[in-house]
């Protein structure tokens, strides 16, 4: 193309694809409440401290308080599809909501103790649903709440012991054990709520807790308190946490699947992909291992592998909209175009919602020269996301290459709004205002973009004599 001034134009630059990883989160935020209150009067045996009654008194009315709200959500139809029972809801509710503390007596006889839940209903029944779906997580809380009972009934059976046999120092520290292991198993399902909530630091802290109370069995509390540290971007630390969970349980799947995480999001791909491996080879059917070693592998720049291990991924799960997509990059790098673009317009399916797929489809199109459905794909991808820059970028860069140099410029700008220092929109919208003769305001785009490094417009300056 050539402008009014027969200046040989430069080509527009069309941005890549977009790439997922996953990893879960569940989210919870407080808006219509119900508020349950209860108390409990713990009375001392003669082998209890003001510790282990506050122990019991809290144990107990967590009981008591979560026993009401799941009796409460189990009147819910939206709960009731779920077709889970009394008891699950309550397992499950009880790694979401948090009790409060609202007074507490201790008269050396008796520890009194009164708390309240409250919680957004509607907020809860969601994080259960999300919670429900996950094999892992549940297993965790069922598996708290389990060990909750065994050390009530471990203390019950002790003081009975005791009872028998007054003095016996062995049984005593048994005893103290006990309820360490109790409050352990509370300070892990407030570190839960706490995570669920977004509140990662408030969560280390009680993951610490329920770590130093009962460092025997704290795999569980290590691989959390792993992810809180790896959701606050310190995957270093979280490194080592998984590391001690998986000295303290060798075939912990959830240890190494999420260290494989730690290890991509700090570039070392090859162990990523090792650790992955190792969580495949303890659960061959993990669908989310599969995925994330397809993510590993495309870093990689290994297609071929990156398509196989989605390929596994929707065998497992055939509705998994973003291993459709990803698979469809990754046949885009390929070059099977077709593919590329079957795989996304199934993700689209799946998940009308995913403004990825329709910005990876926009540009399977856009490289195939199809330059209305890439636009049509694109101003989809910017309806679901406003503020994504390149979906600006690269229709801009369409409406370039359709001769569409005013709307290209605005594309263009848009981007650079969203993302000031994104080269390669001043680059663009550079070559735009070259299409319609302004030459000198391509030639102040071209600038901005030399500086931050963008090599085509370096080479346009030093063809000019500019360094």
């Known amino acids: 193309m050539n402008s009014s001034n027969n200046h040989r134009l430069r080509n527009f630059l069309l941005y890549s694809f977009s790439i997922l990883m996953v990893s879960l989160s569940t989210d919870i935020s407080i808006a219509k409440q119900v508020t349950f209150e209860r108390d409990y009067t713990y009375q001392a045996s003669e082998y209890d401290s003001k510790v282990s009654c506050r122990v019991n008194a809290l144990e107990q009315v967590k009981r008591l308080l979560l026993e009401e709200l799941g009796t409460y959500l189990e009147s819910r139809t939206d709960v009731r599809d779920f077709k889970l029972t009394k008891d699950q809801i309550i397992t499950l509710t009880a790694g979401i909501v948090r ?55 471990e203390m019950e059976r002790l003081k009975s012991e005791l009872a028998l046999a007054k003095g016996d120092i062995k049984k005593q520290g048994q005893y103290n054990e006990a309820v360490k292991g109790l409050s352990a198993t509370d300070w892990f399902k407030k570190g839960y709520a706490y995570h669920v909530a977004k509140e990662y630091q408030d ?180 309806e679901l996301d406003p503020k994504d820059a390149k979906a600006y970028y690269n229709r801009g860069t369409v409406y370039g290459n359709l001769g569409n140099y005013n709307q290209a410029i605005a594309d263009c700008t848009r981007a650079i709004e969203l993302d000031p220092k994104h080269a390669k929109a001043y680059y663009n919208r550079g070559v735009a205002y070259e299409g319609l003769g302004n030459l000198q305001q391509a030639f102040n785009n071209f600038k901005v973009s030399a500086r931050l490094g963008f090599k085509p417009a370096q080479d346009i300056l030093r063809k000019k004599g500019i360094k």
Do not use: M
Not at 238 to 243: E, Q, V
């Open 203 to 382: 969560a280390i802290n009680a993951y610490t807790r329920a770590i130093e109370l009962d460092p025997k069995d704290a795999t569980v509390p290590y691989t959390n308190r792993g992810a809180a540290y790896a959701d606050l971007g310190n995957h270093n630390q979280a490194i080592a946490d998984y590391n001690r969970a998986i000295e303290l349980t060798p075939k912990n799947v959830k240890a190494y699947y999420n260290r494989g995480i730690a290890y991509f999001e700090l570039g070392n791909h090859n162990q990523a992909i090792a650790d992955y491996n190792r969580a495949i080879g303890l659960d061959p059917k993990y669908t989310l291992a599969y995925y994330n070693r397809g993510v590993a592998y495309g870093e990689l720049g290994n297609y071929q592998q990156e398509i196989a291990d989605y390929t596994k991924a929707i065998e497992l799960n055939p509705k998994y909209a973003k291993a459709y997509n990803n698979r469809g990059i990754a046949y885009g790098n390929l070059g099977n175009h077709n593919q590329a673009i079957a795989d996304c317009t199934r993700a689209i399916e799946l998940d009308p919602k995913d403004a990825k797929a329709y910005y990876n489809r926009g540009t399977v199109y856009g490289n195939l020269g199809n330059y209305n459905q890439a636009i049509a794909d694109f101003t989809k991808t910017i």
């Open 99 to 153: 009790t409060e503390v609202v007074k507490e007596t201790w008269d050396g006889k008796s520890y009194w103790l009164k708390a309240r839940i409250e919680a957004d209903p509607d907020e809860v029944i969601k994080s259960v649903d999300s919670l429900r779906k996950d094999h892992q997580k549940t297993t965790e809380l069922e598996e708290t709440r389990r060990k909750a009972a065994e050390y009530l009934k």
